[in-house]
C-alpha cells in the first residue's frame, strides 16, 4: 500500500530516513538561492508529506515583537495566525531561542490550543546573525511523537532555511 508520507521501494515501504530528507531539502533549497516564500513552502510541503507523525507544518516569522503565520501544510488553518513573542510554546521558543519539545500538549499550560486532535509539537527556532528570525513549528496528533532525532534533523534544517528567511 502507498500511502501519504510512506517511500515506496520496489516492494517494500519504508518510512522516510532522516538523512534522506536532509538531502532532499538541501536539494529543494539549492534551486532558489534568494528568500523567496515559495522555497519555504517547498520545504514545508516535503516535511509534512514526508513523516507520517508530522500532522501540522508552519513557519512562522519574526516580526517585530509578533510572530506572523507564513508558509504552513495540514488538513486545518489555525487561528493562531499572530502570536506574541512570549506567549505559547512558539513565543516561549522565540523568547529563548531554544527548541521546545513538548510531549504531551494538554500538560503544559503555556500551549496554545489550535486543533482538537494535537497530542504533541516541537517548535525549532531559526536564527540569523545571533538573532531569531523565525521558526519551525509541527503539531504531531501522537503523543511524545518528537524525539532527539527530530531535534537534530529539525535544527539542522532550521540552519539551512537561515538564509531564506
Ligand atoms: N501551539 C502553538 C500555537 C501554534 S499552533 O500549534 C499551529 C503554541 O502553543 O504556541
Request: net charge neutral; charged share 35%; glycine share 6%.
Amino acid at each position: 500500500m502507498i500511502t501519504k508520507k510512506i517511500e515506496n521501494i520496489g516492494e517494500e515501504v519504508i518510512p522516510m530516513r532522516y538523512d534522506v530528507a536532509r538531502n532532499k531539502i538541501r536539494d529543494i533549497l539549492s534551486k532558489s538561492k534568494e528568500k523567496n516564500v515559495d522555497v519555504l513552502q517547498k520545504v514545508v510541503d516535503f516535511l509534512y508529506n514526508s513523516f507520517d507523525k508530522y500532522s501540522w507544518v508552519g513557519i512562522y516569522l519574526v516580526k517585530g515583537d509578533i510572530l506572523v503565520l507564513g508558509p504552513w501544510r495540514g488538513k486545518e488553518a489555525t487561528e493562531h495566525i499572530r502570536i506574541p513573542i512570549g506567549r505559547g510554546i512558539c513565543g516561549s521558543a522565540a523568547l529563548t531561542g531554544e527548541t521546545e519539545i513538548i510531549p504531551d500538549v494538554n500538560k503544559d499550560n503555556r500551549y496554545l490550543s489550535c486543533f482538537i486532535s494535537t497530542k504533541s509539537e516541537i517548535v525549532v527556532p531559526i536564527k540569523k546573525d545571533g538573532k531569531i528570525v523565525a521558526e519551525i513549528d509541527i503539531d504531531s496528533d501522537k503523543r511524545d511523537a518528537f524525539t532527539v532525532e527530530d531535534k537534530m534533523f529539525l535544527e539542522k534544517i532550521a540552519d539551512m532555511l537561515r538564509e531564506h528567511i
